[in-house]
């Protein structure tokens, strides 16, 4: 009888033959399904949260800007291990697709531990930063930082795990693993929120420690996975020193990512504290505004993963031509996704909005939050994939300097904007403004620097 762990090496898929669209959709479709399932993990917590009430909303909002700030950080072994293996896979080299798997796992480790102890320690300034109106919210926000912040090993070593097993081209296993981790978050939200039998009511603690035990699910199934796939897990040694270039790849790689994505999220608390001068309840409307808006931005950040493991695992191969057809067959299938969405929301806010809070003097606030972002999406889109393809290239740098650059733009924005007669409305702008410049940026230059890129193969093929 052949061996499970050899037949799960077969599932491989190899993205550097074959039709660049079926290639894609394969890896594709699973990732913007995972993305999927990850927004209603999001969109769940919110549904059964508004329904205790909106100063409920406005604590998870609050300590979930942390929990944003966390997965910046988790980006820096996911990120560098995804394209680095996916580099070496590419070349035929497995055994240094291993290394670079273990150096990010231990590189992981070391990350998640230093959040922990952050946010379980430091959770009274943390939350205090915002500035909550009412100390109700404070100690709900607080609770739920606690709780999440104890059960970070999972969040961090599942996002590692999804970053290999993309490199592989084995997307369909994170969508199975998440979507199970999905079902156990639905049936565990409206039992610890709001108790049953035995369970006492819990509220927003509830919903925090539902979260945490369906990712400690996500990760069992991860584990169960790696466990029958040879490539790459087997052997692979967690308990042996990585070498100091490995480390140092992996961090050159995913560092300018992590960097990018954690001042974007302190910006966000700046912007969050700004919302906050006008109440709770505008707290409450940016989250739940946000998280309507993430059917857009996850489905893009998906796809972007997959155009990130196309693009390296090509580039490894130095199979330029398919990096160049594959990028523009991404872009084209993004524009007609960001044009959709922005449609929905533009044309159908009130709609959304009622989905989660329906209370008669937020609902106006919310409809306006929906309509300015909606303008946005396209742009947002069409960022994602570039930076997707740019980090394929193992060229970081240039998306994370337009976007620390864009999103750092916001605060003066919405100081401004907000003085006007736009007043909380001037905010919204200032974030939808700053995502259409840099989607605008980010493509322009990754479409210079392809024409650069593809010039060097004309010549070397001469």
């Known amino acids: 009888m052949p061996d499970r762990r050899v037949r799960a090496m077969d599932r491989k898929v190899n993205l550097t033959e074959g039709p660049i669209l079926k290639g894609l959709a394969k890896l594709a479709f699973p ?58 896979l590419g070349a035929g080299d497995e055994e240094k697709a291993r290394d670079y798997a273990r150096a990010a796992f231990q590189i992981g480790t070391v990350l998640f531990l230093l959040v922990t102890l952050v946010y379980v320690a430091g959770n009274r ?9 009412q100390e109700s919210v404070v100690q709900d926000a607080r609770a739920y930082l606690v709780i999440v912040g104890l059960g970070m090993i999972f969040s961090f070593m599942n996002q590692i795990f999804t970053g290999i097993f993309t490199a592989l081209g084995m997307s369909l296993v994170t969508f199975r693993s998440t979507l199970i981790g999905l079902g156990a978050n639905i ?26 035990l369906a ?41 300018p990512v992590a960097v990018q994505n954690t001042i974007f999220s302190s910006l966000s608390m700046i912007i969050a504290r700004l919302v906050a001068g006008w109440g709770d309840a505008a707290v409450a409307v940016q989250k739940v505004g ?46 007609a996704w960001g044009i959709f969405t922005s449609t929905l929301l533009i044309a159908f806010p009130e709609f959304f909005f009622r989905i989660f ?13 929906l309509r300015i972002l909606g303008l946005s999406q396209l742009f947002m889109c069409l960022e994602s994939t570039s930076a997707g393809a740019f980090q394929g290239l193992g060229k970081p740098m240039s998306p994370a300097v337009t976007g620390v650059l864009g999103n750092a733009a916001r605060i003066p924005m919405a100081i401004l904007f907000s003085a006007t007669a736009l007043g909380l409305n001037g905010i919204w702008w200032s974030i939808s403004i700053s995502s259409i410049a840099k989607g605008t940026i980010v493509t322009a230059w990754f479409w210079f620097v392809l024409r650069r890129y593809m010039r060097g193969n004309r010549e070397a093929a001469r």
């Not at 609050?62 to 700030?69: D, F, N, V």
């Not at 819990?202 to 925090?208: D, E, F, P, T, Y």
């Open 31 to 88: 990732i913007m399904g995972t993305s999927l399932i990850q927004m209603a993990y999001n969109l769940t917590d919110m549904i059964w949260i508004g329904r205790v009430s909106s100063n409920a909303v406005a604590a998870v909002g609050a300590a979930g800007m942390y929990l944003w700030m966390a997965n910046g950080f988790a980006t820096i072994p996911r990120m560098g291990a995804q394209v680095k293996a996916a580099h070496a």
């Open 125 to 133: 300034p943390l939350i205090g930063f915002f500035k909550l109106n």
């Open 187 to 212: 049936v565990l939200d409206p039992v610890f929120i709001f108790g049953v039998g035995p369970i006492p009511e819990l509220g927003v603690a509830g919903a925090a420690l539902a979260t945490v």
């Open 215 to 255: 990712q400690g699910i996500v990760f069992a199934m991860f584990l169960r996975n790696a466990g029958r796939t040879a490539l790459i897990f087997s052997g692979l040694g967690l308990r042996r020193k990585s070498s100091r270039q490995d480390v140092l790849d992996v961090v050159r790689i995913g560092l």
């Open 290 to 335: 946000s998280q309507i808006e993430s059917i857009s931005w996850m489905m893009a950040d998906g796809f972007a993963t997959a155009v990130n493991a196309f693009v390296a695992q090509n580039h490894g191969a130095g199979k330029r031509e398919r990096i160049r057809r594959g990028y523009f067959t991404a872009l084209g299938l993004m524009t």
């Open 357 to 369: 809070i329906s209370e008669t003097d937020i609902l106006p606030m919310g409809v306006d939050y």
